[in-house]
């Protein structure tokens, strides 16, 4: 069994927060596809991912969550491409979402281990 790093959850929680920003850029995406002089909005999990480890990250960081949450993307809104964008990133929520159901039903076994 195990003993289970409370990081595991909040790294996980932190992935589904940043599924989520995702989803709702290429939402906006989609919807102003036709608005004149608009800037096609992205989520970089790389960006913000890379340095969630870092020592360098201050408690007030992690205060007031992940920044890069929407940068413009630049360059002209192709359909196709946020549909396929929003697929990849319902498997990614998928498997984000099985993962901390696992780390829920560990606790729970810890939980009754302990009784």
């Known amino acids: ?18 599924i989520s920003k995702k989803q709702k850029a290429h939402g906006a995406n989609i919807t102003n596809m036709n608005t004149p002089n608009y800037q096609r909005q992205d989520v970089s999990f790389g960006k913000y991912l890379g340095v969630a480890d870092s020592p360098l990250e201050t408690k007030l960081s992690k205060t007031l969550g ?7 993307g630049g360059g002209q809104i192709s359909i196709s ?3 396929i964008s929003m697929q990849k990133n319902s498997i990614l929520y998928s498997m984000a979402t099985r993962r901390m159901s696992a780390l829920i039903q560990k606790m729970k076994q810890i939980a009754q281990v302990g009784r």
């Open 66 to 72: 992940p920044s890069p949450l929407n940068e413009e």
């Open 1 to 18: 069994m195990g003993y289970i790093p409370h990081h595991s959850i909040e790294k996980t929680n932190l992935i589904l927060d940043l």
């Open 81 to 83: 491409n946020e549909l």
